[in-house]
């Protein structure tokens, strides 16, 4: 019998609900994460511990170390088909955006499903390819792609190419000249909304650098569709991430509807329309929109506006991975006594840098719940920089060796981590079921000094 994160409750261990609720936070949060419309609750709280699946995190920390990023296959399964279900019946495909989480592991779980790709570089292009993902299902995004990437992506055949700036559309059809393919195209439309996010990962606002202005878009078509190396096949749009709320994706899909009709008064007909990604998941108190009314709110908009035929594609990297993967991590030591206690972890910004960066709110669980009361930690990591938390004033009864696990970590945890201070990246691992896979062996030294030399 296992207990979701977020139940409260712990067959057999009455105490436990109220140390759940300390060790972490409020109900509502709890709750939230319980939904299973959000990725089936891949990490489930059971008499003796922590489990990923059905695996303990405890035998995972012994058997691959720590710092170690989890994974469930089933959680990323779960919401990749909740993107499938909600787009049944329609011509419609998903496209993972793979800078969320570019595993191989995690790539071909989600290539064998069927899944496309947004990708935004030569190097995601190389990853999709090796994990057997189908390059016609491939989407390029990206306001600096280089002569390199744009030719190899080319070469490789893919879907499309999101253009996003004048400057771009001219130099694919340059390369595509000289390469002899035609290039196929949408214009990312910046359509000027303010999502209500973060203003680091907000990206469809006049001020921000991505996607074409709103009043330019119609001209660039007429001239990429003049262009004989071009071949204008969509339109898309990416307003920014971690977005709970449904409306102003609602209204960006307005103004690039908008644009769908401007462009058919001129004869010109897309064959798809790409909606982006950027939906939230719950981290703490959010109560963003499951994935289903997400896509049922922006389809009804499309058939309202009599596009109902054309091919819609999404783009979603957080709401498939985010809250499928866990960050484990053992406690060093703790230092206590004079001002704020401090967890020292063996985790570190450079393995997640989202607190940092963002000021982001991750959910701290110990692994193996204590019966002493808690005390206020900061988690914190080794790295000489006082930026270096990962979570701070978390009420938890914790000792030396402990293992925490930071939970939603799967999206924007590995894909950004450094080696900062020298550190070997974390191994990766996927849960299935009963079994666990390595997908990326913790970096070694040598990996770490690998193509660096001293001077002669
Ligand atoms: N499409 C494009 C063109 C994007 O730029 C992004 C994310 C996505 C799709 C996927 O968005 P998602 O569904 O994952 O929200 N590092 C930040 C997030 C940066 C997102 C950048 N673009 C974080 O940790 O919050």
């Not at 000027?192 to 996607?211: E, M, N, Q, R």
């Not at 972890?345 to 019966?371: E, F, K, T």
Request: hydrophobic share 40%; net charge negative; with cysteine.
């Amino acid at each position: 019998m296992a207990a979701q994160i977020g139940q409260g409750s712990v067959p057999g261990t009455s105490c436990c609900a109220e140390q759940l609720f300390s060790a972490g936070g409020t109900r509502a949060r709890f709750e939230a994460m319980s939904d299973p419309a959000r990725g089936g609750a891949p990490f489930v709280r059971r008499a003796d511990g922590l489990y990923c699946e059905d695996v303990a995190l405890q035998d995972l920390a012994q058997r691959f170390g720590t710092p170690l990023y989890v994974y469930s296959r089933r959680a990323i399964l779960d919401s990749y088909q909740q993107y499938v279900r909600a787009l049944a019946g329609r011509a419609a495909m998903v496209c993972y955006a793979v800078k969320a989480n570019p595993n191989l592991g995690v790539l071909s779980v989600l290539a064998r499903a069927g899944s496309g790709f947004d990708i935004v570089s030569g190097g995601e292009l190389a990853r999709v390819v090796a994990a057997g993902g189908a390059p016609s299902r491939i989407v390029f995004s990206g306001v600096g792609k280089t002569e390199g990437e744009i030719e190899a992506a080319l070469q490789a055949g893919i879907l499309c190419f999101n253009v996003e700036s004048e400057f771009e559309l001219r130099d694919l059809s340059r390369i595509a000249a000289r390469v002899g393919r035609r290039a196929p195209v949408s214009l990312r439309v910046n359509p000027h909304i303010d999502p209500g996010t973060h203003p680091y990962i907000a990206t469809g606002l006049k001020s921000s650098k991505f996607g074409v202005a709103h009043d330019q878009v119609l001209e660039l078509y007429r001239r990429a569709c003049a262009d004989p190396h071009l071949q204008v096949i969509g339109i898309d749009c990416h307003i920014g991430s971690q977005i709970s709320q449904s409306a102003p994706f609602e209204q960006a899909a307005e103004r690039l509807l908008d644009l769908v009709d401007a462009l058919e008064r001129e004869n010109v007909t897309v064959d798809h329309i790409d909606l982006g990604g950027g939906l939230g998941i719950v981290y703490r108190d959010e109560v963003p929109a499951s994935i289903e009314q997400w896509v049922g709110a922006l389809t009804r908009r499309v058939d309202a506006r009599g596009h109902g035929d054309k091919t819609l594609l999404f783009e979603p990297g957080r709401s498939i991975v985010g809250s499928a993967g866990a960050l484990l991590t053992r406690v060093i030591g703790l230092k206590t006594g004079a001002g704020p206690n401090f967890a020292i972890v063996d985790a570190a910004m450079n393995d997640l840098i989202r607190p940092a960066l963002y000021d982001a709110w991750i959910d701290v669980q110990p692994v193996s719940l204590r019966r002493e009361p808690a005390q206020t930690f900061d988690i914190v990591g080794p790295i000489c920089e006082s930026g270096d938390w990962l979570a701070r004033d978390r009420p938890l009864s914790l000792r030396a060796d402990d293992l925490l696990a930071l939970l939603s970590t799967g999206a924007y945890g590995m894909s950004m981590a450094s080696t900062y201070n020298s550190r070997c990246r974390a191994a990766e691992v996927i849960v299935d079921g009963n079994r666990a896979h390595c997908v990326r062996r913790r970096e070694s030294i040598e990996d770490l000094m690998a193509g660096e030399s001293v001077l002669p």
